[in-house]
């Protein structure tokens, strides 16, 4: 956590510790309420705090850096291998677009965009929107308000949780963003 406080650039806006920190509780609080067992949870906190720690790194393929932090360091703290390909797949299953195939997975891709389905969705998302174009990876507002709403479009939440929770609001955010935004 010190690391992303300190050594991401300034220009990740959204990929930063505030972000890594929010999917850390929802991770907690989905899996609370999918009634995972202690221990898977213990693993799937640890993948919430890594999920992004490659951005320290790169931005593309962000994922398998982050992977590559856990298998150079974790063995030294007491994870065994298995346990430390359990944290890489969950890492791995944010990548988008997400294909998570176990329960755990599950949560830690609706952790990470729990957002989506929440009041804060215009702030967080302008925070990503001002990351993009920073990084160059958009150009304009009119091209991240077509991405942004196909996403929306595209996207549901895997965990009955999630779905129950957060997709309401979700199709609230995009209506609203349909409106705010039309050509």
């Not at 890594?50 to 360091?73: K, M, P, W």
């Not at 389905?117 to 150009?139: C, P």
């Amino acid at each position: 956590m010190q690391k992303l406080q300190n050594e991401l650039p300034e220009h990740f806006y959204y990929h930063n510790l505030n972000h890594t920190l929010d999917v850390y509780h929802c991770a907690e609080s989905i899996a609370q309420q999918e009634n995972i067992n202690s221990k898977d949870i213990s693993l799937l906190l640890v993948a919430a705090l890594y999920h992004d720690a490659g951005y320290l790194h790169q931005i593309a393929d962000h994922e398998t850096a982050s992977c590559n932090i856990v298998r150079e360091n974790f063995v030294r703290y007491g994870y065994s291998p298995k346990e430390i390909d359990q944290i890489c797949a969950l890492i791995m299953a944010t990548r988008v677009p997400q294909t998570p195939t176990s329960l755990l997975e599950k949560v830690i891709c609706d952790a990470d965009l729990d957002y989506l389905g929440r009041d804060d969705f215009f702030i967080t998302g302008n925070n990503l929107y001002r990351e993009l174009t920073a990084t160059r990876q958009i150009n304009s507002k009119k091209e991240w308000d077509k991405i942004q709403t196909l996403f929306l479009q595209q996207h549901k939440f895997f965990t009955a949780t999630s779905f129950e929770n957060r997709q309401p609001k979700q199709q609230e955010n995009l209506a609203a963003l349909q409106i705010n935004h039309q050509p």
